[in-house]
């Protein structure tokens, strides 16, 4: 039996990395996948790929940081598919700053990427799941929302808010049967994950300090991501609500 037969999952930064690893994986395990993103062109890819594999899917344009639009698109998905189970909050954004040397513009973008957007598509999904009867919202935080770095100030500090958030809506909404969990994990090999690296200047060495640091010796993968998304979607999951997993090949262990 497929562990999310005959659910309906709606998956933010859908078109790449983490989200686009949820999605392939969500649609191999049954589910029905609205896949939203800014960008139309790997969203589309997407849904190609998973129509290849017999699934079914949906692209769907959404700025997670505008209300409006992601309103929008939560009806879309519920409009085509005829229900919602699963959110899963993924579109993020990073910036590599102390304080210090953070702009306003970009404190502003990284904490609506990353925050705002998970409230705006969370609450937004709220009515759907009730109707649907309950269900999931998985948001992806980070480990650096459990612990910091040197560098990050803005996404230490967007992320420790995601988990916040993910242990207030449990318990708010725990009663209408809506689980609610956030996936933390260390640096993934994502477009997102390599511009961070990027912009420390010698990207080569400090990939390999990364992994360095990561007792299991190497950076996660959006597979690695993927999979917990669906366990934490996924009845195998039912008594599971309000907690923040680190997924970091035991860095957090230290």
């Known amino acids: 039996m497929l562990r999310l037969s005959g659910k309906v999952a709606f998956i933010t930064g859908g078109g790449t990395?983490?989200?686009?690893?949820?999605?392939?994986?969500?649609?191999?395990?049954?589910?029905?996948?609205?896949?939203?993103?800014?960008?139309?062109e790997p969203l589309d890819k997407v849904v190609a790929e998973i129509s290849v594999a017999g699934g079914k899917s949906l692209a769907l344009a959404c700025d997670v940081t505008e209300r409006s639009s992601v309103e929008d698109a939560l009806a879309q998905t519920e409009k085509h598919f005829a229900r919602l189970d699963t959110i899963v909050n993924n579109a993020g954004a990073v910036v590599v700053a102390t304080v210090e040397h953070t702009s306003d513009e970009d404190w502003d973008r990284v904490l609506?990427?990353?925050?705002?957007?998970?409230?705006?598509?969370?609450?937004?999904?709220?009515?759907?799941?009730?109707?649907?009867?309950?269900?999931?919202?998985?948001?992806?935080?980070?480990?650096?929302?459990?612990?910091?770095?040197?560098?990050?100030?803005?996404?230490?500090?967007?992320?420790?808010?995601?988990?916040?958030?993910?242990r207030a809506m449990a318990l708010d909404h725990a009663h209408e049967k809506i689980r609610v969990n956030c996936i933390c994990?260390?640096?993934?090999?994502?477009?997102?994950?390599?511009?961070?690296?990027?912009?420390?200047?010698?990207?080569?060495?400090q990939i390999q300090k990364r992994i360095a640091e990561i007792p299991i010796g190497r950076l996660g993968k959006p597979d690695d991501v993927a999979m917990m998304a669906v366990y934490l979607a996924s009845e195998d999951a039912s008594w599971v609500t309000g907690a923040s997993f680190p997924l970091d090949g035991g860095l957090t262990a230290y």
Do not use: H
């Open 112 to 166: 609506a990427a990353n925050l705002t957007g998970t409230f705006f598509v969370s609450r937004a999904a709220l009515a759907p799941l009730r109707r649907a009867g309950g269900g999931s919202i998985v948001n992806i935080g980070s480990v650096l929302g459990l612990v910091a770095r040197k560098d990050r100030a803005a996404y230490c500090a967007a992320k420790a808010g995601v988990s916040g958030l993910t």
């Open 185 to 205: 994990p260390t640096i993934v090999e994502t477009e997102l994950g390599m511009q961070s690296i990027q912009q420390t200047g010698n990207a080569a060495a």
């Open 17 to 40: 990395g983490i989200g686009r690893a949820c999605a392939l994986a969500f649609a191999r395990e049954g589910a029905q996948v609205a896949v939203a993103g800014r960008r139309r």
